[in-house]
């Protein structure tokens, strides 16, 4: 065999080299590899100083093949150490990301608006009491609903005692939830015995009062409802509601759509008597109106403030403070002690 055929032989170098590259796992292989082949005494430059033993002609040759195979290794290398540089990166991504001694993200997790909160409240006692909870109720209302089935005509001093808001000469935002007592008692199915939360529209604006609040309605229709069972149903809430015997009084009052109507005050922790729901037995016209047999049935309604409820039981003065969603002020009130 003559110098250049020996030569020849060794040029399959590429194919080994491959082979070896297939195997390494790491950068750190990696580079001992490249040693072995690119370095100064690598494999490349060997064979690089062997060519000076051939002919011209036979040295240009084999030193081209020689470039062409060092081309293909490098970009296999190349390729190969992408590979690796991209695994290794990832495992220090990895391990720097997650610093296991950190304490855990603690999600903020809503909770119930202390106004809803307190409806639910009111809601459970009335259930516990045979009421039924009606939740669709109209905020939009015709003034028949708000006003003129409920004994409230146009020119009723009345009207002018609850500040509307009007969209048109017919239309309004609700000004009391006594508007579902027409709707209900319109369905005739009877006997009825409800409560209706909703919210309420009112031109007021200040501590004390909110162009928004709540009501919880009740309405008793049945046969011989009458006005002790009336007292019974509001002296037995409140107990419920403030988890004690409060002291409350009856104070004879006017509402046009109940007669023998009253509003019920209690005995605040200040000693002053406090207004907090009124309340009657439901008056004749409406259910002559809706072709009730007054010998049969008769009824009795309340109608409450929410926030002056909830103002009561935590002591809150500011009205305001309910609709400015202030997280300080709401984290205050936990859930769990309603249930
Ligand atoms: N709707 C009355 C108001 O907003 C409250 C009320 C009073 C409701 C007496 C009633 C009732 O059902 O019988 O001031």
Redesign the pocket.
């Known amino acids: 065999m003559n110098k250049s055929n020996k030569f020849f032989d060794e040029l399959n170098f590429l194919n080994i080299f491959k082979l070896e590259l297939e195997k390494i796992n790491t950068l750190k292989e990696l580079n001992l590899l490249r040693v072995k082949y690119f370095g100064k005494k690598g494999i490349i430059s060997k064979k690089i100083t062997r060519l000076q033993y051939l002919d011209l002609h036979d040295r240009k040759n084999f030193g081209k093949i020689i470039n062409n195979i060092k081309c293909s290794m490098y970009i296999f290398f190349q390729q190969k150490k992408e590979i690796l540089d991209k695994k290794e990166s990832n495992k220090k991504e990895i391990l720097q990301d997650i610093d296991i001694s950190l304490p855990g993200r603690r999600k903020n997790i809503g909770s119930m608006h202390p106004i809803t909160n307190i409806i639910y409240y009111i809601e459970s006692i009335f259930r516990s009491f045979g009421f039924c909870v009606i939740n669709k109720s109209f905020e939009i209302e015709n003034q028949y609903y708000n006003f003129d089935a409920l004994n409230i005509p146009v020119y009723h001093p009345a009207r002018n005692t609850?500040d509307t808001f009007w969209f048109d000469s017919d239309r309004l935002l609700r000004?009391?939830?006594?508007n579902m007592?027409i709707h209900e008692i319109k369905k005739k199915h009877l006997p009825i015995q409800i409560i209706v939360p909703g919210k309420?529209y009112r031109k007021d604006n200040d501590y004390t009062h909110s162009p928004i609040f709540h009501?919880v309605?009740?309405?008793v229709i049945d046969k011989g409802a009458n006005f002790s069972n009336l007292i019974w149903v509001i002296k037995n809430f409140l107990k419920c509601f403030f988890n004690k015997s409060m002291k409350i009084r009856f104070r004879s009052s006017y509402?046009p759509?109940?007669v023998l109507?009253t509003e019920v005050d209690i005995m605040t922790d200040q000693d002053h008597w406090l207004e907090v729901?009124?309340?009657?037995m439901v008056h004749p016209n409406i259910l002559d109106r809706f072709d009730i047999d007054k010998k049969i049935y008769s009824g009795?309604?309340?109608?409450m403030g929410v926030e002056r409820m909830i103002m009561l039981y935590y002591g809150i003065n500011d009205l305001r403070l309910f609709f400015k969603n202030d997280i300080k002020f709401l984290k205050q009130f936990d859930r769990s002690r309603y249930y």
């Open positions: 609850q000004t009391q939830t006594s007592q309420v009501q309605e009740g309405l509402f759509f109940t109507s729901l009124g309340c009657g009795f309604a309340f109608g």
